[in-house]
């Protein structure tokens, strides 16, 4: 959950508004795969609710996603096939957007192009930190450490961290319905 605050920090009301309007909200059961290893993927998925489980041909299980975590971002910036498969481990809520939305939404919003990319490379930028953590090659924490200190954030994500948890609380109520 701490990761999707620092993404939605970067992001404005109505980035995540757009979002959640234009997003799929889809329930998932258990052992259902949203992305496959090697074949495209037409949306990016953030997961709202539960867990995902990525595994990789040959190696297995090599993390658990919680809410807050996106899927198909990779792609997503660089075209390429899923280097991995995704499923969810029980009951799960996912936002799925259309990788076309996204696009067209990129080409003509300029300013939510910029806040948009910059919160996936400080949330891919995190990624790498924790798998070059996790394979034992690093001591540095991650943006999903509790132990990670204030004076070590940047500042501005900083400022935005209550909003960030205000705004994906009203996207979740936005999603279900509720006034």
Do not use: C
């Amino acid at each position: 959950m701490r990761k999707v605050l620092y993404i939605f920090g970067l992001l404005t009301d109505g980035d995540i508004e757009w979002m959640a309007r234009t997003g799929t909200r889809r329930w998932l059961t258990a052992n259902e795969v949203l992305i496959h290893e090697g074949r495209p993927v037409d949306s990016v998925i953030l997961l709202l609710e539960g867990e995902f489980i990525v595994s990789v041909t040959g190696v297995g299980e090599v993390a658990r996603l919680s809410a807050g975590e996106i899927v198909g971002e990779m792609s997503y910036v660089d075209s390429a096939p899923p280097s991995a498969t995704v499923t969810a481990s029980g009951k799960s809520l996912a936002l799925f957007i259309d990788k076309r939305q996204l696009s067209r939404k990129l080409e003509t919003d300029v300013a939510f192009g910029f806040r948009f990319y910059r919160a996936l490379a400080v949330f891919l930028a995190d990624r790498l930190r924790e798998t070059v953590h996790r394979l034992g090659y690093s001591k540095t924490r991650t943006l999903a450490s509790e132990e990670i200190l204030e004076d070590e954030l940047d500042i501005g994500i900083l400022d935005n961290l209550s909003m960030a948890g205000e705004r994906f609380h009203r996207m979740l109520k936005l999603l279900s319905g509720a006034p």
